[in-house]
């Protein structure tokens, strides 16, 4: 796979269309605020490593980063009404959630060593409710073998209840705020050694994540969130 990961060209004609009608949407049915664009390393291959409470997370990340990012989503969704259809129209890369997908870990380190951004959840799915979970260790794998850095991006306010919110016209507060670039230590271990340390620095992330949040937004991390 020595050939570098191209965009699919229906993708890269639809997301500039898809991003402004969200960030318009968003704008319009809540009050957006979005800290920390300096910290975004443009132009390169990172990973931008979110905090997971609802369905509003990968769209409102999407429509408001400024570079086009590839995005994981869960393959249970791309069969609901609705959803599923935007979900296609941008290419989101479904992924099934608890099962080990080799040819999906290929697809995203293809597209790291491509140089491309890549949006995922650490937590593995959503939480639903503010308090976050301990990670996969995911992550982990994904930056071992590619070195790409991690972007927190700390997202507030996406609640399940933020559309009926929205339909009474109380313009709930979203908020975005993102974090340095994270570099994480190499793993030279073998065996369940390097596993451990896989979930390490998976955790490493979260702490990064949970020291930009709210306390109520922290959860398991709460004692160990690095500001």
Request: glycine share 10%; no cysteine.
């Amino acid at each position: 796979m020595n050939d570098p990961y191209r965009v699919p060209l229906a993708y890269r004609i639809s997301r500039p269309f898809l991003k402004p009608i969200f960030r318009g949407l968003f704008r319009f049915l809540g009050r957006v605020k979005i800290t920390g664009g300096e910290n975004i390393p443009y132009g390169k291959a990172y990973v931008v490593a979110m905090n997971h409470v609802s369905m509003f997370d990968p769209p409102f990340v999407g429509a408001f980063w400024p570079e086009q990012l590839e995005i994981i989503g869960a393959a249970d969704v791309f069969d609901k009404p609705g959803q599923g259809q935007i979900l296609k129209a941008y290419g989101v890369i479904p992924v099934h959630r608890g099962d080990y997908d080799r040819a999906l870990l290929v697809k995203i380190i293809h597209i790291l060593k491509s140089g491309l951004p890549l949006l995922i959840a650490p937590e593995g799915g959503r939480s639903h409710v503010p308090a976050m979970r301990r990670a996969k260790p995911g992550v982990g794998y994904i930056i071992e073998q590619t070195g790409a850095p991690v972007v927190p991006a700390a997202l507030v306010g996406t609640t399940g209840d933020f559309w009926q919110r929205a339909k009474r016209g109380e313009k709930p507060a979203l908020e975005m705020r993102i974090g340095k670039p994270i570099v994480l230590p190499e793993i030279n271990s073998k065996g369940n050694e390097r596993h451990e340390a896989r979930q390490r620095n998976a955790d490493l992330v979260m702490r990064h994540l949970a020291g930009l949040l709210p306390e109520e937004y922290r959860g398991v991390y709460a004692d160990s969130a690095i500001f």
